[in-house]
Nanobody, 120 residues
Framework: QVQLVESGGGLVQPGGSLRLSCAAS????????MSWYRQAPGKERELVAA????????NYADSVKGRFTISRDNVKNTMYLQMNSLKPEDTAVYYC?????????????WGQGTQVTVSS
């Protein structure tokens, strides 16, 4: 059974840092494309960062380039999002996602989300 569990969110002051974790089970992060999304109140969910399966290439939304880093630990089967220089506009619920191939076609799996609040 595929499961994604996020953790690491919280309240942080502007300029601070947080590291989000996404613990995966039921599949292998090393060979799966994964991504982080976020959704702020009243806004659509948006892609923040993504990492490919084999090869581990990364890409980022322009709004977080140079501040956020996506990575994974293949031994722990966990994906991370290191967030530095946080801004109030980074406040949102952050979700991890993967898309896996199934007999009926690709299926998207989401975690339950973790709240990040950037405020003084």
């Amino acid at each position: 059974q595929v499961q994604l569990v996020e953790s690491g969110g919280g309240l942080v002051q502007p300029g601070g840092s947080l590291r989000l974790s996404c613990a995966a089970s039921g599949f292998t992060v090393r060979t799966s494309a994964m991504s982080w999304y976020r959704q702020a109140p009243g806004k659509e969910r948006e892609l923040v960062a993504a990492i490919t399966g084999v090869g581990g290439s990364t890409n980022y939304a322009d709004s977080v380039k140079g501040r956020f880093t996506i990575s994974r630990d293949n031994v722990k089967n966990t994906m991370y999002l290191q967030m530095n220089s946080l801004k109030p506009e980074d406040t949102a619920v952050y979700y991890c996602k993967t898309v896996l191939g199934r007999y009926g076609g690709p299926v998207a799996y989401w975690g339950q989300g973790t709240q990040v609040t950037v405020s003084s």
